[in-house]
């Protein structure tokens, strides 16, 4: 594990540990958040915690056209049961995503500097947000990191008040990445809905060849 000052560049990623911890330090800069992204990195800690941040090996990634549509999703999409924007509501997207209470996780990482930083980087467009709708209400999101030159989109949270909602928006976006060109999106760590949604997981070079 490598402490690192903010004058300084991460360190390469195979400086990671066996669970894809590379660094720790305390500047979440905007300008470090690129340098991370592009870098195939992400910060993932808890408040109170130094910035934590990692590179997982393997890294679960989704190529848009191995996306699955469960049959059950099918009745939802064919009757557009919930109507979908992009980059609407972007702060009320990441208030949603830190208020979900997640298994396994004590509190969440979606920190106040977390916020402030990502909305400086959603007013340069880089981050991105999917809101959901049911009628006027928002009912389900999802945030990421949009690296438009390398056809590459990094999820970061999402979130669901209503059946399917998170996965309707999800499978939106994805449909909407690969009319754009997109090749690869970022999952970051495996999770078994992330599968059944046709993510998988392939080794770090792999995943950084998409971002060279």
Known sequence: MYFIQPYEK?????????????????????KRLKEAYYKGVF??????????????????????????????????????????????????????????????QDGTWITSEIKENYLQLHNEGLAHSVEVWDSEKLV????????????????????????????????KLVQKLQKEGVELIDCQIYTSHLKSLGAEEISRDEFLKYLK
């Open 43 to 104: 910060p993932w800690y808890s408040e109170g915690q130094p910035v934590l941040w990692w590179s997982p090996d393997p890294r679960m990634v989704l190529f848009p056209e191995n996306l699955k549509i469960a049959k059950s999703m099918r009745p939802y999409l064919n009757q557009e049961k919930f109507q979908v924007t992009f980059n609407q509501e972007f702060e009320k997207i990441m208030e949603n995503c830190g208020q979900i209470d997640r298994k396994g």
């Open 140 to 171: 389900g999101g999802l945030y990421g990191i949009y690296l438009k030159d390398k056809h590459v989109f990094c999820g970061e949270s999402m979130f669901t008040k209503a059946s399917n909602a998170s996965k309707f928006g999800f499978i």
């Open 10 to 30: 991460l360190p390469p990623v195979t400086y990671a540990d066996d669970e894809g911890l590379l660094a720790v330090g305390r500047d979440l800069s905007p």
